[in-house]
Nanobody, 114 residues
Framework: QVQLVESGGGLVQPGGFLRLSCAAS????????MGWYRQAPGKQRELVAV???????NYADSVKGRFTISRDNAKNTVYLEMNSLKPEDTAVYYCNAEGTGDYWGQGTQVTVSS
């Protein structure tokens, strides 16, 4: 089993910055890719960014150039730096880890509003 704990969400004005963190514990040796997904009210959960164990990254078109995913394997933590935030980025953000299983964090709310 893998446990994921997210932190760093909150309320920010448009154009602002937030950094999300996701700390993994448990059977971390089984983790390959880690990523961030988000779900806005009334919408399906969507991929935001993913990073492989080797450091390869992939982003949703809507966040390319604004968001950066990174991974600290020594700390078993994945980060999502979000710049130039827009109101449409408002959602619950979930951390995901894929390996022998598919694991999810509890989610952290990000609200972009003036």
């Amino acid at each position: 089993q893998v446990q994921l704990v997210e932190s760093g969400g909150g309320l920010v004005q448009p154009g602002g910055f937030l950094r999300l963190s996701c700390a993994a514990s448990g059977s971390i040796f089984s983790i390959n890719a880690m990523g961030w997904y988000r779900q806005a009210p009334g919408k399906q959960r969507e991929l935001v960014a993913v990073i492989s164990s080797g450091g390869s990254t992939n982003y949703a078109d809507s966040v390319k150039g604004r968001f950066t995913i990174s991974r600290d394997n020594a700390k078993n933590t994945v980060y999502l730096e979000m710049n130039s935030l827009k109101p449409e980025d408002t959602a619950v953000y979930y951390c995901n880890a894929e390996g022998t299983g598919d694991y999810w964090g509890q989610g952290t709310q990000v609200t972009v509003s003036s």
